[in-house]
């Protein structure tokens, strides 16, 4: 069956850069997504950030996203990587990678991983 495992996460400080990754096993068709989403303590889920099979990448337009996070894979059907630069305390979360035929939904995607914890202290 299709899994996602996220790894990465950790216990960082404030300024530092992290390098989350999302390895994808077990899929069986092609032309898919990968998403990360991550949730902060006390709020919804929220979108981060997508790759599509053929390359292309979307980001949050929130303002504690814009500029710092990057999606990335080195082909496409390897890991999907989330770089978070200049890491802040309002970054702590669950951060989660999604898979969903075509492109990543805000809520309704096929497969979730459980997660990898980021905890930035100040």
């Known amino acids: 069956q299709v899994q996602l495992v996220e790894t990465g996460g950790g216990l960082v400080q404030a300024g530092d850069s992290l390098k989350l990754s999302c390895v994808v096993s077990?899929?069986?068709?092609?032309?898919?997504?990968v998403g990360w989403f991550r949730q902060r303590p006390r709020k919804a889920r929220e979108f981060v950030a997508e790759?599509?099979?053929?390359?292309?990448?979307?980001?949050s337009s929130s303002a504690s996203i814009v500029g710092r996070f990057t999606i990335s894979r080195d082909r496409t059907e390897g890991p999907v990587t989330l770089q978070i630069d200049s890491l802040k305390p309002e970054d702590t979360a669950l951060y989660y990678c999604?898979?969903?035929?075509?492109?990543?939904?805000?809520?309704?995607?096929?497969?979730w991983g459980r997660g990898t914890q980021v905890t930035v202290s100040s």
């Open positions: 790759i599509t099979w053929g390359g292309v990448t979307t980001y």
């Open positions: 999604a898979l969903n035929p075509l492109r990543i939904t805000a809520t309704d995607n096929k497969y």
């Open positions: 077990g899929v069986t068709f092609s032309n898919y997504a």
